[in-house]
């Protein structure tokens, strides 16, 4: 049996889930939720918007309940042109856009890179699950791809275009980077898996208001199944 802490952003990215999976709120003072899938300890939170926020929440849950794995799950502006809206992305690799220069992180000695790479392991089993899913009907496009995060929603062209040029970014957020990094510092696998509710330019607010709870409970749909193919 593994324990996996599941970290989505917002209520709405994460109310799918604890409907889906009978997740119970393990006090009343927090968004800290428990539930069993496939045999695993599965427990959830809503960590709050931003880095510093998903930073915090990130920690304190590696501390209190010893994880086995950490996967962070939600929505995402789309910078691939390859995407659709409601399409996923599972993330091989995670990177602040925001953070300057990107060469202090590769001389942290905690860390040594900018790049925080998802744990191949899980990556290949999200890809494995996202393909039985498509198959099944139950999913629609998919790719393997990087996110940028960083504090600020992104609606602008000029910003899209930098960042899926200068960084190789096909989605972004404001979360998915820093729990890496957290993960990272202390060694514990993790993913991150986004479904894309805008496209972050001029148009993003409007598709964002339109298809951010779909997107949510798609990206849910991958998480649940992923879980439930964990091997501790």
């Known amino acids: 049996m593994a324990t996996v802490v599941v970290l989505c952003a917002m209520d709405r990215e994460l109310k799918k889930f604890i409907d889906t999976y009978y997740a119970i709120r393990v006090n009343p003072e927090e968004k800290v939720y428990h539930t069993e899938i496939g045999g695993h300890n599965v427990i959830s939170a809503v960590c709050g918007i931003g880095k510093v926020n998903s930073a915090m929440t990130t920690q304190k849950l590696i501390d209190r309940f010893s994880p086995d794995y950490v996967i962070n799950c939600g929505i995402a502006g789309g910078l691939d042109k390859s995407l659709s809206v409601l399409d996923?992305?599972?993330?091989?690799?995670?990177?602040?856009?925001?953070?300057?220069?990107?060469?202090?992180?590769?001389?942290?000695?905690?860390?040594?890179?900018?790049?925080?790479?998802?744990?191949?392991?899980?990556?290949?089993?999200?890809?494995?699950?996202?393909?039985?899913?498509?198959?099944?009907?139950?999913?629609?496009?998919?790719?393997?791809?990087?996110?940028?995060?960083?504090?600020?929603?992104?609606?602008?062209?000029?910003?899209?275009?930098?960042?899926?040029?200068?960084?190789?970014?096909?989605?972004?957020?404001?979360?998915?980077?820093?729990?890496?990094?957290?993960?990272?510092?202390?060694?514990?696998?993790?993913?991150?898996?986004?479904?894309?509710?805008?496209?972050?330019?001029?148009?993003?607010?409007?598709?964002?208001?339109?298809?951010?709870?779909?997107?949510?409970?798609?990206?849910?749909?991958v998480l649940g199944a992923l879980i439930e193919k964990i091997s501790r």
């Open 88 to 221: 996923t992305v599972i993330v091989e690799s995670a990177q602040y856009h925001d953070f300057h220069p990107l060469s202090l992180l590769e001389e942290d000695e905690r860390l040594r890179t900018s790049v925080f790479k998802c744990d191949g392991k899980l990556v290949s089993l999200a890809l494995e699950v996202c393909e039985g899913l498509k198959k099944d009907g139950r999913l629609g496009n998919y790719i393997k791809g990087k996110v940028a995060s960083g504090d600020c929603f992104v609606e602008s062209d000029e910003v899209s275009r930098r960042l899926r040029d200068e960084l190789g970014a096909s989605c972004v957020e404001m979360e998915g980077a820093s729990i890496a990094q957290v993960c990272l510092v202390n060694g514990i696998p993790f993913l991150i898996i986004r479904s894309i509710s805008d496209f972050a330019d001029n148009s993003a607010e409007m598709s964002y208001d339109t298809f951010a709870d779909r997107a949510s409970y798609q990206s849910v749909e």
